[in-house]
Each structure stands twice: as structure tokens, then as C-alpha cells.
């Protein structure tokens, strides 16, 4: 409860009934607060509110956080946009968003650390949710909350109960993210918190995740989902999967197939790692020697530079990968790289994408016996 000094006859202002029709939407109810407000005079009580220089002399306590209350007033000067609309979001927050997520007694709310914008994000999102300890960089319990009924979660079906939006507005920075796995709820929150919402198909593949680990990142939740509650496979596991020439159906996915799928993704990674690097060296190698390596592979980049700076270790299959001409200027150049390429970070590359290359045959191999 938060002490706050108004005097009788400015609670007796004319403008408030929109301070208590957005507190009534949070608090589900007609408060105390929101009967005294609905009289005259509520432009001077949020002055007065702003104001701690005046004396005013009497007591009156807030219902609520400082939070939800400073929200509460901004809310009758600044009307909420339409549901449904997509509010601001702030840029430097759009790697580090909320999350609402439903288990089946309660409430919690993640902060994900995740860029939900990026390239291809649904073909990979979905392995940080395969297994706890992959999710643990990227998903953090903030708080969680049993409800007896959830259905009062959200007041009449239009508005997040007192509960519910003192949870949201604890943790959400102005700016701020929040997804929510169902549209209405997007809605409800909007119109009546101020808190923009993200609704997607991405979104929906955080929900499959937050569900598919849901004891290990809320311990709290004592009730088991039955297969009735729980959400279809996620589309980001099937798009990976058909990307890779596997024709999958909801019912072959398993918790085996997710790991190993993994394994392919992490291999993946591995390559898409060092791309960077090697793509800057075969510059060098046109710039110095004058070889066009524009369509070479990744491979072929590392085995040109293992052949300059350790010839001895190349192998007859990677010295087959190369022309004649071009194997020639390779070890004729051999000294002019000694000072403008690192010898074992290219050697530690050339080391990772052998480890690579296996663990996608092994991954590929068991992916086909583990979906025939």
C-alpha cells in the first residue's frame, strides 16, 4: 500500500471516471480507489499525484503497486490503441523480450533472450527447447502464479485481473515484448495494461517449448499436461526436417527424433560458425595468388589453407579437390601467408568441420532409420 495525501474536495473533480474505468479493467472490480476517483476533479488528483511539493491534508492509500498505479493514470491521459493493434516496441528490447505463458494451475512469465526476427528463426528455434540445459542461456522463470480458477485470470473475458496485471507490469520494462499464446489474450492486455503483445506462429513455437520443458523451467507446476492439453508438434522441427528430405507427420516425432535433429542443427552450426572466417581467407587467397575462389565450398577453403601451411598432413583426397594449376600456386605461395593468416586457427577449423561433416552422416543415418 502506497500513502498518498488528497484532499476531499479534490477528490470531488469531475474528470475521473477514466481513471477508474482502467482501474476497474486491471482490479477486475470496483475498488475503493476507483469509487473515489469516479467523482470530479481527477485531473487535479493526478496533478496533485505528481506533485509531492504540495500539502495536501489528508491520507488516502493506493491499492497496488507504484508501477501499476503510475500506469493506471497515464492510462486516462493516453487512451490504449484499438485491440489488436501492435503497439511500439522498443529496438534495443527486441532481443529480450516476456513471455506469458498458461500451465494448467497457473501463470508464469519468462524473459527469452532471443531474436525472434531473425532469418530462418523457424527452423531453429525450436532446438533450444529440446532439452533444459539448451534453453538455459536463452529462458529465465521471473515469476510464476497458481490461480483456484484461471478463467478469472481475465475479467469478464476483457481485461487481465488485479493478479494477473500486477504480475505482467512487476516485469515489463516500458517497450517491452510481452508474447502470449492465444490471441485474445493479446487483445484483453493491450487494450487494458498498455503492454505491447506479440501473437505469431513464432511465438507459438516458444509456447511448444516452454510446454515441452515446462517441469524442469517451472518446478512449481505440480500438474502433469494430458495429451488432450498439449500443443501440436511444432512447425520449426517439421520444416527442418523437410529441408533435410525427410516427408515427417506429427505422430513420428519423437523425443528421439528432436535430440537427433539437434545434432544435425549443432553440426550446422559449426559450419555457419566459421563461415565468416574462411570466406575473409579466401579473399586473401585471391588477392595474393590470383585463385577466383568465389564458388568454393567451405571445405575446399580450409583444405587450400591446410595444403599452404601444413602440406605434409593433406591428404590424396584433398589434394584431388584442386586443379593442377591451382595446387601449383597453392605451394608457391606457401610464404607469403606466414604473416597475414594465423596457421592454427585455421587448422582448429579445419579440425571442426572434419568433427562436423561425421556428425551430420551419423545424424542423417539415424534421422532415416528413426522415420522409415
Partial sequence: M?????????LMGRKAKAAAAAAAAIA?????????????????????????SENLPTH???PGSSTLWKRLLDSSENPPTPAGSIR????????????????????????????????????????IFVKDYRSRKHVCLEEFQKFKDK??????????????????????????????GKPEYKRFIETSLDVPCLFNETVMEVMWGLENLMHSLVPQEEVKLTKEDRLPICQGIKIFLNHHGFDVKPEMVNEKVLVTACILVDAELIEDT??????????KLKDVSGINTNDWTNVKIVKALKIIFEPILTTLAEIEMFAPKELETLLRDEDKYDD????????????ELAQASQLKKNAMRNLATLLS
Fill in 2 to 10: 502506497v500513502p498518498i495525501e488528497i484532499s476531499y474536495s479534490t
Fill in 340 to 351: 597475414l593468416i594465423i596457421q592454427d586457427t585455421i587448422l582448429n577449423i579445419d579440425l
Fill in 88 to 127: 511500439h516496441i522498443d529496438p534495443s528490447l527486441a532481443k529480450e523480450i516476456l513471455v506469458l505463458f498458461e500451465t494448467p494451475s497457473g501463470f508464469a512469465i519468462f524473459s527469452l533472450k532471443y531474436d525472434l526476427n531473425q532469418p530462418d528463426v523457424m527452423k531453429k528455434i525450436w532446438a
Fill in 28 to 52: 477486475g472490480t470496483e475498488s475503493a480507489f476507483g469509487r473515489h476517483l469516479s467523482s470530479p476533479g481527477s485531473s487535479t488528483v493526478r496533478k496533485r499525484l505528481r506533485d509531492s
Fill in 151 to 180: 478463467s478469472s485470470a481475465f475479467n469478464r473475458g476483457t481485461a487481465a485481473n488485479k493478479e494477473l496485471a500486477e504480475m505482467i507490469l512487476r516485469h515489463h520494462r516500458p517497450g517491452q515484448a510481452l508474447a502470449v
Fill in 60 to 62: 488516502f492509500s493506493i
Fill in 274 to 283: 566459421n563461415t565468416k572466417t574462411l570466406r575473409w581467407a579466401a579473399g
